[in-house]
């Protein structure tokens, strides 16, 4: 079993930074792809970014391009979520979550493991 524990999450203003932290233990998830969800309120959990487990093939949703870096660190055990330049629109719980799939994926169901989620709030 793999648990994944966010954290980093809060409030931001407009145009802000935030780097989220997945911590995970139970066992190595260096082969497995990795990859970040959010979701907003009264909206469904959506695809933001995904990351192979080798950490030479990444994917974004449209929105984010630009702005957020999905990376990890094997060694650690830990992914990460830079978002810079926040917007008001990015205000959601992020997931963070593991596929024993080694290729990056947009699709929820591919991920055996999740987070937990940290809130994340993007207001003036």
């Known amino acids: 079993q793999v648990q994944l524990v966010e954290s980093g999450g809060g409030l931001v203003q407009p145009g802000g930074s935030l780097r989220l932290s997945c911590a995970a233990s139970g066992r190595t998830v260096s082969n497995y792809a990795m990859g970040w969800f959010r979701q907003a309120p009264g909206k469904e959990r959506e695809f933001v970014a995904t990351?192979?487990?080798?950490?030479?093939?990444?994917y974004y949703t449209d929105s984010v391009k630009g702005r957020f870096t999905i990376s990890r660190d094997n060694a650690k055990n830990t992914g990460y979520l830079q978002m810079n330049s926040l917007k008001p629109e990015d205000t959601a719980v992020y997931y963070c979550?593991?596929?024993?799939?080694?290729?990056?994926?947009?699709?929820?169901?591919?991920?055996?493991?999740w987070g937990q989620g940290t809130q994340v709030t993007v207001s003036s």
């Open positions: 979550a593991a596929s024993p799939r080694r290729g990056i994926s947009t699709i929820a169901s591919v991920y055996l493991y």
């Open positions: 990351i192979s487990w080798s950490d030479t093939n990444t």
